[in-house]
Structures are given as structure tokens and as C-alpha cells.
């Protein structure tokens, strides 16, 4: 597989405010991290397999922290508080999953280990002595 290259999406970074760059940093060093992360896993995985299913457990963890931050949205409306950083933070990790999946080599491979996954996990026919 290809090396990924992965960044923070321009109208994420206008949506923060102005006043707070602390922010903007943030973001742009967490998905460096995720980048580095990601292209040693390709570059240290045996096979295209071992290596989507690395992918796969980076993509499984980052919409994990999506619906978390989607969460915090939720609670910090409800308490009368600004929910922009929760905003930026919850579309970053959605962009960086459909920034992933937009790589050539990468996207119909993550497809065939979810699926392959949701076999393994439980998909099955039924007995016949149930």
C-alpha cells in the first residue's frame, strides 16, 4: 500500500476562533501523529492484509473519538456552553476517515477486512438446534 498523507482540512481550521491558535496546533500535531502512525504500520506490516487491519483498528478508534466528541456537543449545548471546539475536533476525525479511505490503495482493502470482521464477529446462520 501507499504511503498516506493526511492533514487538517482548511474550513476546520476557519471554524475555530480567531483569538486561539493553541487549537489549530493541537489538531495539525494530532494528525501528524496519526500520519507517522499510520505510514510506519504500512511500512512495517508483512502483507496488504496485515496492514488493513491495522487500518482498520486506527479507523475503528478514531470514529470511537468521533462519537465522542459528537457526545460533547450534545452536553455542552445542554449546559449553555459553546460546543465549537467539540464541532472541530468531531468533523477533524470524520475527515481523517474519509481522508483515509480517499487513498487509491487503501480504501477497497479497509472495505474487505470490515467486512471479513463482521463475518468473524458474529455473523452466523443459525443451528438447526435453535
Do not use: C, K
Not at 38 to 64: F, H, K, T, Y
Request: glycine share 4%; hydrophobic share 40%; net charge negative.
Amino acid at each position: 500500500m501507499d504511503e498516506l498523507s493526511l492533514g487538517v482540512p482548511r474550513q476546520i481550521l476557519e471554524s475555530l476562533p480567531d483569538e486561539d491558535d493553541d487549537a489549530a496546533t493541537d489538531m495539525q500535531t494530532a494528525v501528524a501523529a496519526w500520519e507517522d502512525r499510520l505510514n510506519r504500520l504500512l511500512e512495517e506490516a508483512a502483507s496488504d492484509q496485515e496492514a488493513a487491519s491495522g487500518i482498520v483498528d486506527a479507523i475503528d478508534r478514531l470514529e470511537d473519538r468521533h462519537e465522542q466528541y459528537d457526545d460533547f456537543v450534545a452536553e455542552l449545548r445542554a449546559w449553555g456552553q459553546s460546543p465549537i471546539y467539540a464541532i472541530g475536533w468531531r468533523n477533524l476525525y470524520a475527515d481523517l476517515i474519509a481522508q483515509i479511505y480517499d487513498h487509491e490503495s487503501v480504501g477497497e482493502t479497509v472495505d474487505r477486512e470490515r467486512n471479513a470482521r463482521l463475518v468473524e464477529d458474529g455473523i452466523r446462520f443459525q443451528s438447526d438446534d435453535d
